[in-house]
């Protein structure tokens, strides 16, 4: 060891006649401690059995049908389809094609008329411990703002049990909000007990997560070295919704210590100010595939290449970037060097973790660029996004962030089951004329009607499954309060 270390006809379940008749979340075990396990599954299945006999053949079905929707596999060898099924079987994606035919007692069938199919969306990078912290600083600026108030003020006090509260109901938001992968760049790691809290709390939502372990502050801080420990706790089988990876800048040492131990880099802060380390760092050779660098803002051509060369992956958070003064998001660059972006929220104290927030605001931002330059007159210039390659950006290409391309992304028959069902009929995108668009261009999180991770159904009805929410919330206020006291931060409801 290394010095540093110190470890079918069918009855049909959703129909649009019943779509609406439950609005209501199911509990799963009130009354459980800050760090306690999730209520058992079969206690969570009998109450959702009880509630919703249509939910309750989803959960205890090996096979889901989708039937009928407007289905976006992403997938070009596969296809998309104006009315086709989806035929999830164990958690994974087995046939995509219409008039799939399975026996009346074979299946649990969803009616998906009128409703848009797609793969999860993905976001790559996101600070899920300040969930508790959410719109506190919704006028604040990279810097000094965001520095000096959350990074120091109101991330030193944080305990386990905050770390815990914030994690949770930042994944909870992001299922319900139809993300169904994302990295964690937890940054506050402050002792073990902190790491561990924030890993108990993904596990318990169900989210599909790379746990990105990062920095922490304080005397009892063990990083890097303590993620030695979490591997060989959390992370010994490959074949699970949590992948480990290491968080850190652009530091030469932590990326050695990555090759060492078999994981991949996520380096935050990747910008024109830090760029000179990205060069040293490729004089190196500690870069390898897979790795991610996130922001990559105003970065030079010699940057851009080196991370192509080098087979890294971009994440960019464009409405962050754009409201809180990272710089110009690199959008255009990345494009134009062959790497393809994926898209992330990075931080709710500000703007909102929604998917549609992102992808809008990268749909409108390339176009006005581009344009601009044409009204300008000049000549040979990018392609205008679409819709559909913004889509990608948020599912395929986040898939390809995470490494993960091989299991979720797509709608490919042989990757697991991380799909979202969109209602196209409701009042704000009917009539559907394009599928892509609407997704983009119209939608919001109130239009995510059914999320399945790993084929497991997260929400139902446009309300999460098997989810305390009054629990959750309660958690989140408590932490939030303890948070700011202990930091005598003042928190400007009205300002």
Request: aromatic share 6%; proline share 4%; hydrophobic share 45%.
């Amino acid at each position: 060891m290394r010095d540093w270390v110190d470890g079918n006809s069918l009855p049909t379940v959703g129909s649009s006649s019943d779509r609406y008749s439950r609005r209501r979340v199911l509990r799963s075990g009130a009354g459980l401690a800050a760090l306690g396990a999730a209520a058992p599954a079969l206690l969570g299945e009998a109450r959702a059995q009880a509630d919703d006999p249509d939910l309750g053949r989803l959960l205890s079905q090996r096979r889901i049908l989708l039937k009928g929707g407007v289905v976006l596999t992403l997938d070009r060898a596969v296809g998309d389809f104006a009315r086709a099924d989806v035929l999830i079987e164990d958690g994974k994606i087995r046939e995509v094609r219409p008039d799939i035919a399975v026996a009346a007692d074979a299946a649990a069938v969803v009616d998906a008329g009128n409703r848009i199919v797609i793969p999860g969306f993905i976001d790559t990078h996101h600070h899920f411990y300040q969930g508790i912290l959410r719109n506190i600083l919704s006028n604040g600026l990279l810097n000094p703002d965001y520095g000096r108030d959350v990074s120091n003020t109101l991330t030193a006090p944080y305990t386990p049990a905050d770390v815990y509260a914030g994690t949770l109901v930042s994944a909870f938001g992001m299922i319900d909000m139809g993300t169904t992968a994302a990295v964690d760049t937890s940054q506050v790691n402050h002792t073990p007990e902190h790491s561990d809290a924030g890993i108990r709390a993904l596990q318990e939502s169900g989210l599909r997560a790379v746990y990105a372990y990062s920095r922490g502050a304080g005397a009892g801080a063990q990083y890097p070295q303590d993620i030695i420990r979490l591997r060989q706790t959390y992370f010994t089988s490959d074949d699970q919704l949590l992948t480990l990876a290491l968080g850190a800048s652009l530091d030469r040492r932590l990326f050695q210590i990555a090759r060492e131990i078999g994981v991949r880099m996520v380096s935050h802060g990747v910008n024109h100010n830090t760029e000179g380390m990205l060069i040293e760092l490729g004089g190196a050779n500690p870069m390898a595939p897979g790795d991610e660098y996130i922001h990559c803002t105003q970065l030079s051509d010699q940057a851009w290449r080196l991370i192509k060369d080098t087979g890294g992956n971009v994440s960019l958070s464009v409405p962050i970037e754009m409201a809180m003064g990272h710089g110009m998001p690199g959008i255009l660059e990345a494009i134009a060097h062959g790497v393809p972006p994926s898209l992330s929220s990075d931080v709710d104290v500000t703007m909102a973790q929604d998917p549609f927030t992102v992808m809008r605001a990268t749909f409108t931002l390339q176009r006005l660029l581009v344009l601009q330059r044409a009204q300008k007159g000049e000549q040979n210039l990018p392609a205008l996004l679409t819709c559909r390659d913004v889509l990608e950006f948020a599912t395929v290409n986040g898939a390809r962030c995470l490494t993960l391309e091989d299991k979720i992304g797509t709608l490919t028959p042989g990757k697991e089951a991380d799909i979202v069902m969109l209602s196209a009929d409701s009042i704000n995108v009917w009539p559907l004329n394009n599928a892509a668009g609407a997704v983009v261009n119209l939608m919001n999180p109130q239009n995510v009607e059914a999320v399945f991770i790993a084929g497991k159904v997260k929400k139902w009805r446009g309300n999460l499954v098997g989810v305390d929410l009054p629990r959750v919330l309660r958690l989140a206020q408590e932490a939030r309060d303890g948070v700011v006291q202990r930091a005598g931060f003042a928190v400007n409801l009205l300002g």
